[in-house]
């Protein structure tokens, strides 16, 4: 089955932010797209100044910032202007806290409003901040602290006396813990943030940051491994807004719903930077993934762009058309989708559901921003990635990294298989793995990023996800993506996920194992698997359609939702299973 892209018109495209990608990508350069920013003295570059301070010096004080939709469906909304308030506030405690520039700043908070005020107040005080996702357990939570270095940890009480009192006493650079919930009889190791925040003036001189100070740690989602931690300077935020402008078409006014949890880089990046450097209204959700209540919230609030994960969108599919439908959804403008491969089904679904596609964009931890993407003035080709960002040079490569052998070919041709390596220097690259520095130097080669993903390139230009340089199978001399063999498996009716690896097999090297999770109402027979079977050899063809499906009632996935391999891989094979602190049923 050859999927058709689906056409954008002529008025969609004039209405874009970005309504030639060929022209603005001969036009743009990163230099420009900085001569916009700074902060009140020369050659300083803040993401919170961004963020908040540049619209209130700019008029813009009243527009509502931050819209929060607790759990209990109680709202509370923050302007611009209170934004600056509170976030100077916070940065004038730390700094009466004696932090100083440089020193890290984690939190280990669900999305309330002190998570935002936290992470912003502590950029604006030039310290490094680290948002550690809620739902992490005493040990992933320890790890992180103990190797990030903590300064300060601002949690809940319970989440500090479960997860953090217990190994204090290893964490001989945590000076200062706030808690937002403190109540009588807190532990005397602990302050109260609430009743520090209202003794605290909010009067605050901006820190100094220049564009190459460390702003903020992300650790990857350990899907392949251990987690590493990234580092991001402040100016990353040329590049947030400057995606937030041309790949989700984020306009002043809009009102913007990122379902990522700012534990993840997309929560940070997107979930907060690049709608506020944008001046749009931000949707905060604090509940959990529900498909009733998300299409409530997005019918309620009259969501304009919305970005969210191929997992989030295979759970909706699989609630049904039926909820979609009795809502009007009208206001939703741009659909975009990041974290893994957006099977082409779901692209076509969403299409006929919406009346607008879900635009898939790729980019990873480290590039800190969106790389490769499909806009909203361009067709889209269900099942690809899209384009580079203009600004952004990509290409397909073979790395030889044998003794005098080192270096780079560029395979041109197109629809070869090869490595996703990315021109560096753009301006949210990561400029560090903690503590890794030699894992760093060797992400790069020739002045290219090499992003550890297999991709193609079409004659058009569009850039195709293979699969993860770990995860792809050689079968009898065949290179085989996962993806391909998952796409062709969903589109069979029974199939809700589907996840792929390679199992060794002495006469072909590998052979394909497939795990499928079945939509509700299918029941997991033989005649279903012989179907299962029969539907992807029709469509792969016998050399790469799986020798082996197994009906599974779960798949390992991380926290963030992406779906483990190497965890189905180790399992299968019987080796150690590796890190699994961000696996999503992890106990720890
Ligand atoms: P780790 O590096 O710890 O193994 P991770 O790579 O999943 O974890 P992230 O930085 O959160 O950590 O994810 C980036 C990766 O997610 C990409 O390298 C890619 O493999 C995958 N990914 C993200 N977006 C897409 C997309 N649109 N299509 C395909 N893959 C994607
Ligand atoms: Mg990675």
Same mark, same amino acid.
């Given at each position: 089955m050859k999927v058709q892209p689906l056409h954008k018109s002529q008025a969609m495209r004039e209405r874009a932010n970005m309504p030639d990608y060929d022209q603005t990508a001969a036009e743009f350069s990163w230099a420009k797209a900085r001569d916009s920013m700074g902060g009140p003295i020369p050659g300083m570059l803040n993401i919170a100044y961004e963020a908040v301070d540049?619209?209130?010096?700019? /008029?813009? /004080?009243?527009?509502?910032?931050?819209?929060?939709?607790? $759990?209990? /469906?109680? $709202?509370?909304?923050?302007?611009?202007?209170?934004?600056?308030?509170?976030?100077?506030?916070?940065?004038?405690?730390?700094?009466?806290l004696d932090v100083k520039p440089g020193d890290k700043v984690f939190s280990l908070l669900g999305r309330v409003p002190e998570l935002y005020f936290a992470a912003l107040g502590s950029l604006k005080a030039g310290a490094i901040f680290c948002p550690l996702f809620s739902v992490f357990g005493p040990e992933p939570v320890r790890a992180r602290m103990e190797i990030g270095g903590a300064n300060v940890l601002v949690t809940r009480q319970k989440d500090y006396l479960r997860k953090v009192a217990p190994v204090r006493a290893a964490l001989p650079s945590l000076r200062h813990v706030l808690l937002v919930d403190a109540v009588d009889g807190a532990p005397s190791d602990t302050l109260n943030l609430g009743a520090l925040l209202a003794k605290t003036p909010a009067d605050y001189e901006i820190a100094e940051t220049r564009p190459d100070d460390i702003a903020l740690l992300h650790f990857t989602s350990g899907t392949t491994g251990k987690p590493k931690g990234a580092l991001h300077a402040h100016e990353a935020v040329v590049a947030h807004q400057a995606t937030g402008r041309i790949a989700l078409d984020l306009r002043p006014g809009d009102i913007y719903w990122c379902t990522a949890d700012p534990g993840w880089v997309t929560g940070m990046s997107y979930g907060i930077i690049a709608p506020l450097t944008n001046g749009v209204t931000m949707l905060i959700d604090a509940g959990e993934f529900n498909a009733e209540a998300w299409y409530d919230l997005l019918e309620a609030e009259g969501v304009n762009v919305w970005y969210t994960a191929p997992t989030a969108i295979r759970l909706l599919m699989m609630a049904g058309d039926d909820l979609p439908r009795a809502r009007d959804l009208s206001a939703l403008r741009f659909l975009a989708s990041v974290g893994e491969p957006l099977n082409p089904e779901a692209v076509i679904w969403s299409n006929r559901i919406f009346g607008k596609p879900f635009h898939d964009n790729w980019w990873q931890t480290e590039t800190g921003g969106i790389m490769i993407s499909?806009?909203?003035?361009?067709?889209?080709?269900? /099942?690809s990635m899209g384009k580079p960002l203009p600004g952004i040079e990509a290409a397909i490569v073979d790395v030889q990294d044998q003794g005098d052998e080192e270096g780079l070919t560029f395979l041109g041709a197109p629809m070869t298989t090869g490595h996703l390596a990315l021109k560096s220097g753009w301006p949210s690259m990561f400029r560090g793995y903690l503590n890794e520095d030699a894992r760093y130097q060797a992400c790069f080669m020739n002045g290219w990023y090499l992003s550890g993903d297999l991709a193609m390139r079409d004659r058009d230009g569009y850039f195709w996800f293979v699969g993860r340089a770990d995860d792809v199978i050689k079968s009898s001399g065949h290179l085989i993506g996962p993806f391909e063999v998952e796409s062709a498996l969903i589109e069979h009716p029974a199939v809700a996920e589907a996840a792929v690896i390679g199992v060794p097999d002495e006469r072909a090297g590998e052979i394909v194992k497939a795990y499928v999770l079945l939509n509700p109402d299918h029941k997991p027979d033989d005649a279903l698997r012989k179907s299962l079977l029969g539907h992807a050899r029709k469509r792969l063809g016998a050399a790469i359609a799986p020798r082996e499906i197994v009906i599974v009632d779960d798949l390992p996935r991380t926290k963030s939702g992406k779906i483990m391999r190497r965890l189905l891989k180790a399992r299968e094979l019987g080796l150690p299973e590796g890190d699994l602190s961000t696996l999503e049923k992890a106990s720890t």
């Open positions: 540049r619209h209130v010096a700019e /008029g813009r /004080g009243s527009v509502t910032a931050l819209r929060w939709v607790a $759990r209990d /469906g109680s $709202r509370r909304e923050f302007s611009y202007s209170e934004m600056k308030t509170e976030t100077d506030r916070f940065a004038r405690l730390l700094q009466d499909n806009y909203a003035s361009m067709d889209v080709k269900p /099942g």
